[in-house]
């Protein structure tokens, strides 16, 4: 095969042009890798007049990103527009519909579609790809489908949102309070349109249940991810973390168990010696476990125009090659129905807490966690100059239900001011 | 295609055993993920009756892995034997002339022979890879030829012998010289029967051949690594490195310059606060540097049953599934013959001597280095009992170069006891 791989590109914001750029400056390379040229043929975006660093005069234009899905000369359609629905689903189904392979970075598309996507892709003998839409530049969905296909994922685990890396790593860092480094990285533009994408956890919800799919050869179900943000986190929090040895991540965390399969993305605490633990700034980390390899661990860029473009690219050069892989992992048809584990695996659990400065305000505590079954490994009291002390617990390892029934007779207490905070400690 | 892939096993040792019974116990996962059965139909080793802790009561078995190569119920050869020449090759070009693909661990014949296997097998219309000859569990190979294809890649580095990394790590944590850790790695079974090949740097050597290979699209080229084992490397060398915030790793490094082509295997220093500087025991890493992706960090095991054999399986699957790649990530016959450079990067180095007790010595030695135009960074002398002081100096970035002539210089003078002991410090 030697006539080119033609790609149409839907959607030219910074991954775009990025591709652009590798295609155009790199065409004697991917000539050589591929074993055939690979060459733009048309390209979609909302503006047509502005300057993106790269020129796309030889490219037919396209205003409509379906009409471009629908060309008949090109063979992969890429699509970068983002958004769960809208346009950029609709090009992609019309792509597929018209005979053509997909490559996305598109999470959100994918963990609202992704099955009904996949199946049709399928239908159509045409594959559909997205390697760009999981920790940017890190290979993270081939290592798991294919290198580690002789494998039974035991659990997988990531830090897939550089924005709530950077807040977190930052507020350590500089001292600084939640509000003053979101506001700082809203002012350096790392934040979404609606910040809660990022700090609410969706958009690395939207990956881990991309990845639990292909882990566990189950349909996505972003639906039943146990979402928690990183909003309720104090400088204090972090500091408490730092000293017991931990540091706090917003960490995805996906196991199959005999009580179904489990998907929680929300604020844990790691061992500040682990990889995990010692992850700084925007860098992305993926844990990778299986019954053969034991533990994988893939660290990169999560996002920006080169590492995303390269994981795009990673999709497009599988196709040139003629690799033609299911979209997670085996045949979309074959995925099962997986039930959501009702209870998560026990763990170790934090607790910060507000006690009033009166005497047997502890005992209080104490025996409601005693009465919930839950013993104390750790507890610290600290040095306070107004009527209420933060009180620090780390429990032995809990079920998280035994826990809320203890967190809700703790808010019945008298002497326990406002709602206690509960971060799981994650085995790493 | 439903029909099951049927392969064949040559060496039966630990590897062997585990690729066996992955494919006994997960028959189900298997299929799924390839899209069809697949099957061991013979196997051949050394020893026949031996317990390998699974039955092979199901397999036609073979004395001579070449019969076995041949034979024509098998589709896949899996080479499991290791050595560069003798019934590895043989049967690997046995298996490749009647038309099989071919899977091999053995980095000593891809290093020696890599070249004129993957021409042959193209020729033939066949597949050769090797996953697991490189970095145990780690995807790497796969990251770099198809999740990085995209890139240029920059550069490349690995901790690639898990036996060198426990003697260095053991050495600091366990504060005991190379010699009493050697003996102690030899007892735990840890070490080659011929240890060269560990703590020489040569089997680390043939790992980052190959790399080299797929990262800059290169015919292997293993005469042309520059290899320096650890055996120099003494107890003080990893404390006067610790001190200074470095810890010291076999890392073998490979990058393309306007110089040509460099491959180093040698003891570096790393700054203790890096993925690389913080990984311990017998765990493996590779750093891929590209244009694109910037850098992506792969830590896993680098052997052992479970993990070499998942990496086989890795190459097994994609041959199920109809992925058909190049050996070293192009072509074989385009492939191009590099250039060795005949200078590395400049790097700052770190400098362990023995000085005489007299006045004018430390003068003599900066003199010594300042005429070779190689300016010192940081210098210490410390405190000692006997008549030559231990003196430690890192400079700023030289040629390596300048260095050896600096050294030729010292061994002159008449105030350096010994040959000096010179270690880049890596960039990383």
Redesign the interface.
Known sequence: MTEPLRIGIAGLGTVGA?VVK?VRQ?AN??A????RPVAITAVSARTRDKDRGVSLNDYTWEDDPVALARRDDIDVFVELMGGSDGPAKAATEAAIATGKDVVTANKAMLAHHGQALAEAAEDAGRVLRF?AAVAG???VV??L????????VTRVMGVMNGTCNYILTRMQSAGLPYEAVFDEANSLGFLEADPTLDVGGIDAGHKLALLASVAF?TRVDFGSVELEGIEQITIADIRHAADMGFRIKLLGVSQMTGRGLEQRMSPCLVPE?S?LG?LEGGTNMCVLE????????????GA?E??T??????D???IA??????TF???AA?LSHARPAKAATPAPFYLRMALDDKPGALAKVATVLGEAGISIDRMRQYRHDDSTAPVLIVTHKTTRNALDSALAAMSRLDVVDGTPVALRIETV
């Open positions: 990025g590798i790199k390379l991917l050589a890798r591929a074993g390697e530049g890190i290979p081939k290592a489908t294919e290198g580690l296909a002789g494998n039974d050869g010696n990889p010692q299986g019954d053969m390899v034991e533990q994988v661990v893939l660290r990169g860029p920006g080169g590492p473009a390269s994981a795009v690219m990673a497009v050069i599988d090659r003629g690799t033609r892989l299911s992992g085996q045949s074959t």
